[in-house]
C-alpha cells in the first residue's frame, strides 16, 4: 500500500485549504470516492483490504495528522483531519509557490484564460497544456507536461466576472474520459 502517497495528497488538499480560506483550529473534511482511493494507495481492485488498509494508515500518519477518522458511506471515504493535523501542515509543510500564484490569480474579478496561461507558463518555461473542454464542468483543462511540478489536471470554468476551479488527480482524470 502506498501510504505515503495517499499522505501526501491529503497534506496537499489540506495546505490549498489553507491557502484560500486561512488557517483555522478545526476539523477538516475530505471525500474521496474508492476508486480513487484504491488508485492512489495503488490497491488494484482489493476492496475487501481497504478498511484494513485505513487502519494501517490512520497508525501511519497519527504522529502527524493526529487521530483521524475515516468513515465511508456507499462509494466513497470520508477522511475528518483533527486540529492537530491543520496545525502540522501549517506549521511543517512549505506553501506551494504555484498554487499560491494559480489561486490568488483565479480569485481576481475580470479573470481571463491569458492570466492563467501567465501563471502555469512561469512555473513550467512554457510546457504546460491547456485543453478546451466540452461540457457543463468546465471550460479548459490545464496541467503541466511534467508531472513532477504539479501532479493535479485544473478543470477551468469562466462565469461572468470570475472563474472557478477543481483540480483532479491526473489518474483519476483519465478514469473520468478526459
Not at 6 to 31: A, C, D, P
Request: charged fraction near 35%.
Amino acid at each position: 500500500m502506498q501510504y505515503a502517497a495517499l499522505e501526501r495528497m491529503l497534506i496537499n488538499s489540506i495546505r490549498e485549504v489553507q491557502m484560500k480560506l486561512g488557517y483555522e483550529t478545526e476539523v477538516i473534511r475530505f471525500y474521496y470516492p474508492e476508486k480513487a482511493l484504491l488508485r492512489i494507495l495503488d490497491a488494484g481492485e482489493a476492496k475487501a483490504d481497504v478498511k484494513e488498509a485505513m487502519k494501517e494508515f490512520k497508525a501511519y500518519v497519527k504522529d502527524r495528522l493526529g487521530e483521524i477518522k475515516i468513515t465511508k458511506s456507499q462509494e466513497r471515504f470520508c477522511f475528518l483531519i483533527p486540529p492537530k493535523g491543520a496545525r502540522y501542515v501549517w506549521e511543517q509543510k512549505e506553501e506551494n509557490g504555484f498554487l499560491r500564484e494559480f489561486i490568488d490569480t483565479i480569485e481576481k474579478p475580470g479573470i481571463q484564460l491569458e492570466d492563467l496561461k501567465t501563471v502555469f507558463h512561469k512555473y513550467s518555461d512554457g510546457k504546460y497544456i491547456c485543453k478546451r473542454c466540452e461540457g457543463e464542468e468546465c471550460d479548459y483543462i490545464m496541467y503541466f507536461e511534467d508531472s513532477d511540478k504539479d501532479s493535479y489536471c485544473y478543470f477551468i470554468k469562466f462565469h461572468e466576472n470570475h472563474a472557478t476551479y477543481h483540480r483532479f488527480l491526473s489518474e483519476d482524470v483519465k478514469e473520468m474520459g478526459f
